[in-house]
């Protein structure tokens, strides 16, 4: 499983900084963050490097926007209506402005705009099938991946899920990028329905025969490795970390000073650098010291003095993250669908015993701790393990 | 319905040895012997019975064309006191059908893994041909003295490119309580697939290896039964002779939702061939 960078505020250094140092990768853009213009620009730059692919995610999932700067691309609707803009001639040429966009930037492929689904009704399947069918007669050279974008009321009602993987069993798609909002606007969500059945649409899909890429996700989604998912996709700020649709909605401002976050990969946890004095001062510092494989971005924390003295600036903390996100990635997928669940399963009982023990000293990640969560995944995957197992073990090494 | 036996002799003259070997609420069957296609059996079908039904049955034989089902030799009409009865003529498979087998003893577990790959034969047929069976359990399914099996009664089959004949609107659908599952007993006429077929395969494996169908252990009561499909699911397989992989096999089977199934018969035909080929090598 690979990790996408998910284009956000400030992004742009990492990008080049993180594609350079992996020697390629990926980079979803995103207008809500970046004027046409400036993405053109960045997008000329990125194309430069060696074996980096461009993806544009449309972001089309409230048409009714406001948003200044996503209103401001040629594709956005002007007048939204929602029986009018999806028949076919304005379809088309909603679709046709869209691929000449991903022409500009030099897309690898295409992800097509989807709306959210607050529900998985009729309606916004036959709108689904519709942006597929379309694009498909439209002729264009790229692998066309459909947008599912899903709210938390769809994503924890199995009935819609179901639905939904019924639906999809006739689309006819090389790829989907699935973009999920998390139950009331939890970073990391402490629900194991919500996970299992992210899970199970994935893997679902891939059963079928098509690539996932998960979208706006945090180190929660590494599970989905066992669902054979193809790349996770992550960038600097919690709201591209998470799909907040209300984001989408209306300009906000830029990210104000806010605390640094410090990643512990094997803890899965964040930490804020007083929690890491504490550790400091009582002698279990060492124990949040990531391993060389993670690249040593945060190395200077574990270097003796006191961390706030130091200072984990926070670009160095987001590409810490990335770059152990995307170590992380790589490592979680394995030749088996048991021997991928098997590396999981131990990767949260390591991050637990490291927890307990954290939290036996006073050092907890508040809410970046993971020791809550560890149970959730524990549970998706089980429910993983006991409805789709038996098959994915069976089809793993042609999914 | 009553049956004069001289009456029939001289309805059908060609047919000898024509002897009674069960009466259900809306068939008769005989026994006979046939000059042209040897053991034969003769269903007489009451009247109350939709022509059409009866019509789309003998279809589905017909179409599904495996050596796992039956043959129809002949069939038509016949005058009797009831009314106009329909009439097949079929292909007999001496033997026993499978739920008096278990009456005694679950099957060992060669036979088991013989019954699933022969049913999925006869589905894999069916699916070919659109059609679900929608009925599959141990009292449709006859063992023959060879102990080869062979899947009976396609008196429910859907045929998927024809119009349901069945009410769609209905809030049950036709089905064995226990062996169904959740989308057919729902009457979810439109989730109504092959997939229906592996479920019910799936259970009457689990019962022909443990002698146990769980949804029905110690109720009588249908609605009981229902709940217990949609609410729970069948038990793991783990009789000492099933191995690992055949227990994941039976449990894909039966899952409740039918996008957890195997997509196909034929995916399960092939995956089950590819567990007996395994079990042959250990």
């Given amino acids: ?399 | 319905m009553n049956v004069d036996i001289d009456w029939l002799r001289g309805e059908f003259p060609k047919l000898r040895n024509l002897a009674k070997l069960s009466q259900g609420g809306q068939k008769v069957v005989f026994t006979a012997l046939d000059p042209q296609h040897g053991h034969v059996v003769l269903k007489l079908i009451h009247p109350s019975q939709a022509q059409e039904s009866v019509e789309r049955e003998r279809l589905a034989v017909d179409q599904v064309k495996s050596a796992r089902v039956p043959r129809i030799f002949d069939y038509g009409l016949v005058s009797t006191q009831v009314g106009p009865c329909y009439w097949f003529l079929e292909e007999r498979v001496t033997g026993e059908p499978l739920n008096e087998v278990l009456r005694r003893a679950p099957l060992p577990m060669s036979e088991v893994l013989k019954l699933g790959v022969q049913m999925l034969e006869a589905l894999v047929k069916a699916e070919e041909a659109n059609i679900v069976h929608r009925d599959v359990k141990p009292a449709n399914i006859m063992m023959s003295v060879d102990r080869d099996f062979s899947l009976l009664d396609f008196g429910i089959a859907r045929h998927l490119t024809l119009a349901a004949l069945t009410d769609v609107s209905a809030r049950w659908g036709k089905c064995t309580p226990g062996y169904a599952p959740p989308e057919q007993f729902r009457n979810v006429q439109t989730e109504i697939d092959s997939r229906a077929d592996l479920f019910a395969l799936g259970v009457t494996l689990y019962e022909a290896a443990t002698g146990v169908n769980p949804f029905w252990k110690d109720t009588g009561d249908q609605l009981e039964v229902l709940r217990r499909v949609e609410k729970t699911v069948l038990p793991r397989l783990e009789t000492a002779a099933a191995q690992p992989e055949f227990a994941d096999f039976i449990s894909t089977l039966t899952q409740r939702r039918r996008d957890h199934r195997p997509k196909t018969a034929f995916e399960a035909h092939t995956w089950l061939l590819e567990i007996v080929s395994e079990s042959q090598k250990r």
């Avoid at chain 1, 689904?128 to 009602?157: F, H, K």
């Avoid at chain 1, 639906?167 to 990391?188: K, M, T």
């Avoid at chain 1, 209300?246 to 806010?258: L, V």
């Fill in chain 1, 1 to 399: 499983m690979k990790l996408y960078l998910q284009f956000g505020h400030g992004m742009m250094e990492h990008c080049r900084h993180l594609i350079q140092s992996w020697n390629g990768g990926t980079v979803v853009l995103s207008p809500r963050d970046l004027e046409e213009s400036r993405m053109q620009k960045f997008a000329d730059r990125m194309r430069d490097f060696p074996d980096t692919s461009l993806l544009f995610d449309p972001q089309l999932y409230l048409p009714r926007s406001n948003h200044e700067t996503l209103c401001a691309y040629s594709y956005w609707p002007s007048n939204y209506s929602t029986g009018v803009s999806w028949e076919v001639a304005n379809l088309r040429t909603l679709l046709s402005e869209i691929f000449d966009l991903n022409a500009r930037l030099g897309s690898d492929a295409i992800i097509l705009p989807g709306l959210l689904a607050s529900e998985v009704s009729d309606d916004w399947l036959d709108i689904q099938s519709a942006i597929l069918n379309e694009a498909a007669m439209m002729g264009v050279q790229q692998e066309l991946y459909p947008t599912i974008a899903l709210s938390d009321a769809a994503i924890l009602n199995t009935d819609q899920i179901s639905k939904l993987l019924e639906a999809a069993e006739s689309w006819d798609a090389p790829g989907y990028y699935l973009v999920c909002q998390h139950p009331r606007g939890e970073y990391l969500v402490n629900n194991p329905v919500w996970v299992s059945n992210i899970l199970d649409i994935a893997a679902g899909i891939k059963l079928n025969g098509a690539k996932v890429i998960l979208g706006y996700c945090s180190h929660q989604m590494l599970i989905s490795a066992c669902a054979k998912v193809d790349a996770i996709c992550s960038g600097t700020f919690l709201n591209v970390r998470s799909f907040p649709p209300e984001k989408f909605s209306r300009a906000e401002s830029d990210p104000k000073q806010r605390s640094t976050w410090f990643y512990c990969p094997q803890g899965l946890s964040e930490y804020k650098d007083s929690f890491l004095d504490i550790a400091h001062r009582i002698g279990v510092l060492d124990d949040l010291r990531p391993e060389e494989k993670f690249g040593g971005y945060a190395n200077r924390l574990f270097s003796g003095p006191q961390p706030t003295t130091i200072g984990l600036k926070e670009p160095v903390a987001f590409r810490h993250y990335l770059n152990s996100l995307h170590v992380q990635a790589l490592s979680a997928e394995k030749a088996s669908f048991d021997e991928t669940v098997n590396c999981y399963e131990e990767t949260l009982n390591r991050a637990e015993d490291l927890l307990s023990s954290l939290h036996q000293s006073g050092i907890r990640g508040q809410q970046r701790d993971f020791r809550d969560i560890i149970d959730v995944q524990r549970a998706a995957i089980a429910a993983l393990v006991a409805t789709r197992g038996p098959i994915l073990r069976r089809h793993w090494s042609a999914l």
